[in-house]
């Protein structure tokens, strides 16, 4: 597809056909110039935001065990984890005092924490501070509706009533069951992770939607996956955000299973290119949602800059703690400060937002 | 002004210094980088180099202080080091055996206060001995120039005494920024820019053909990075003794100067500018070690042929806070070119093909 028909189909809303010919076929510079324009037509005043917050993981402990995961160990391991209240607590302090407004609380599904925990400590949090609560993807969700035999809607309200104010889009991993079988067999299938983020729309309530590829899965799922979500924003229009971001695979079982089967195997991450592709392909596809991040966290300062122009136009948080994807070997360190200088350096202005994109302070 | 400058290109016209400010003034990183694309694809086809090689840094104890620098340390200094011929050998042992084999060692370090002129020849001599096959890539300008200054001897002696010793080419570093007013803030000790380009065409003269680099995201503005380039432009007309321009990214940690990365978009740029101003380079080199392995990659798409190597161990860049690994392997170089949708081909220091990764 030429640049002048690339220009063209994608004028408007693009089908899955000419999705999958883009991802597939399309020239980079093509694909990004054009998600440039998107992006530009979106938010016009040259701004990227970003959000100072930080992830609180309250347990490691996870009866799932995805094969693309570096973070969790079984109860009793040595290094298995509950974090306590006043844990909790002291990690809040310091987030309030770097200027945050949002915690990021996700875990794995432990086997003996019931909806007592989550809600004392919704409650505990709600009490003592004011600061949005972004908690719990919907795997988290969904196992404490069939752990206590609610539904969906009703375990959402519950948790909402305790003080959960928004929900990240963490566990979409990529939406194929054909992929999760191999990926995450034990975790919720896609139809479950579409129906707790619609749920969590129709109460009112905002999510994220994320997507993890580089994996195994195949340019077809990917456009499933892109499919699922602009479809359930068409129905709810609750999330706010798309963040794509590549499959980490140091220490991952995954990595091992590629290693067993083919000595000195490994599975190489996605590259920058791919990432870029995927990066811009979403934002020429996802015409319902409004704002895409960068994932330096996964891609690095730099190939995050460069994606503000592929399509990006938020720069994420700001992570005062990040331990899943440090678990499988990426780290970068990074200062608001230096998130502040990259927004800027890639020609941006920046500035803080809260949850709901809202702007707090320019810089 | 890019559509001329795009139609100047497409025929064949040199840009000027207008020309090369209104690029990287302009924002239109896609054009830009076509453009530059396009360019590098008539010079190099749909290929993209790497080679197998290693560093060695022999000393990093240095009597220059240039203040964008977290490697030098003066002697007796904590993290000083200085490796004798036997290290070096051995590292270069270690290298050879391991597969791939290396075809090339890369040689730059400090400015060591003591070691004479002679303590050069025999480093080279000894490679040379226990690596007949081996390509040498050692000593920038600068040093060149100091051993001229501690030997009494001339550049061209120098050099012509290196080459039988073994010598096959030098690597293009010390370069910086040749505008005089930056240069002297940033490193007052070091050699000028009209130094630079002297020893450069003497090298070129003797037959020793050169790299030539430029490290910006410092404090220059643009009007420098053009000056440097067209520089570069003009020795190369007189000479055609560079193979291949490497922009090196400025890396802030642990420098007196301190500051800021350079953006991913201005390391695109930059790389995609000079392909288009250096239209007398054969080769523009996304090194990766400073760019990082995710912009390098992309900058293949921006213009840029080579990537570099495997290197195996790299502390220049580090000490001032690389976030690269120090070494790749041949695998993952390969698969970083092939997935940027170009032919991966294994080179010598030469530019010669050694195997074209072409399935």
Redesign the interface.
Known sequence: MNRKELKDRTMKRIDNKTALDLLKTADLLDLGEQADNIRKDLHPEGRVTFVVDRNINYTNVCINKCTFCAFYREAGHPEAYVLSDDEVFGKIDETLALGGTQILIQGGLHPELGLDYYTGLLKAIKERYTINVHGFSPPEISYLARKHDLTVRETLLVLRHAGLDSIPGGGAEILSDRVREILSPKKIKSSEWLKVMEEAHRIGMRTTATMMFGSVETPEDIIAHLDALRSLQDRTGGFTAFIPWSFQPGNTELNRQAAAKKRNAKIHPATAVDYLKVLALSRIYLDNIRNVQASWVTQGLKLAQVALRFGANDFGSTMIEENVVRAAGVSYTVSKEDIVEAIKGAGFTAAQRDTYYRIIHFF | MLAAIRHKVLSGTRLTEADALALFRS?D??AI??LA?HVAEKQNGRHACFIVNRHINPTNICVNRCKFCAFSRSKGEEGAFELTLEEILAKLADASKAKPRITEVHIVGGLHPEWPFEHYLDMISAVRKNHPSLAIKAFTAVEIDYMAKISGLGIEDILRELKKSGLDFMPGGGAEIFAEGIRNRLCPEKISGDRWIEVMEAAHRTGIKTNATMLYGHQEGIEDRVEHLLRLRELQDRTGGFQAFIPLAYHPKNTEIGG?????????KTIAVSRLVLDNFPHIKAYWIM?????S??AL?FGADDVDGTIIEEKITHMAGA?TGEGMTRD?LV??IR???KIPVERDAFYNHLKVYDY
């Open positions: 924002d990183l896609f980088g076509r694309s800021f990365y350079s953006s991913g978009i201005d390391d695109l760019l990082g392995e995710k912009v990659q992309t798409l976030m993952d698969h970083l997935k940027a949708g």
